[in-house]
């Protein structure tokens, strides 16, 4: 049994996907949050920059003790995936549980991937794929103003202008034919029902949040350091910038409200 907490991270609000599988999936585990809303986003900054962050974000995080360091950010699991194999907890990123989660599910080997710039220009879904399934097709698109929807709570199923924004970002990955799409940012699946609605029933979502928190349950089992099955995990959030607006989104999505539980921090102490 193992008390310590896990620390989980984004750029902002999208890790949130990740911690709400967490909490269904885990539920005797307590998690540590940092969201990086000051500087969101990262994924149409440049590689160093978003590697610099990153590093920050995970020396904060380890100012916790915390067991496991989870990247719940489609970014940083793809453009710094060598400073999350660095870490000396374990540790993991989004792309790896997803990439192999949509190499299995595809029935006509054509795969969409929405994620950021940065993410998409990586490549690293793409090769990530290949490992599974060699014959895949894999059609990336960068979907950036989806960060900025998201960020600002406009994230309702009948909101005109993410439906037009998704419609647009759509388009390629459902002219190629996909049948299978990884919401490769995890800001991305707080859109699903939108995504869900215009990709038509027939296509498969790979939930990124939820693949990488049935990931994090295999590696804590493997290195038996589960909590104990009678503790109630429990949450506390941090931001980078005033916490209310990432608490609006995140009442709504975990369904609680966290304002209590939520706390800015100076990330430049940090660095
Ligand atoms: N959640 C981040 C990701 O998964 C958001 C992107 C950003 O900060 O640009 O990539």
Redesign the pocket.
Known sequence: MDKRPIGVF???L??LSTVRAMKKILPNEDIIYFGDTGR?????RSNETIETYAAQDIRFLESFSCKMIVAA???VSTVAADLIEKISEPATGITKPSAKAAALATTNNIIGVM??SA?VNSNAFEEEIRKTNPDAKVVSVAC?ML?SLVENNWIDIDDEVANAAVKRYLKPILQAGADTIILG???FPILAPIIQKIAGGYVKLIDTGYEEAMYVKTVLRKNDIENSATHKGAQKFFVSDKTQNFCDVANVLLGEDIESKCEFIDIFKHI
Do not use: L, M, N
């Open positions: 984004d750029s902002g999208g890790g969101v986003p990262y994924g149409s950010c489609g970014t994620g950021t993410t950036p960060v940012c995890t800001h």
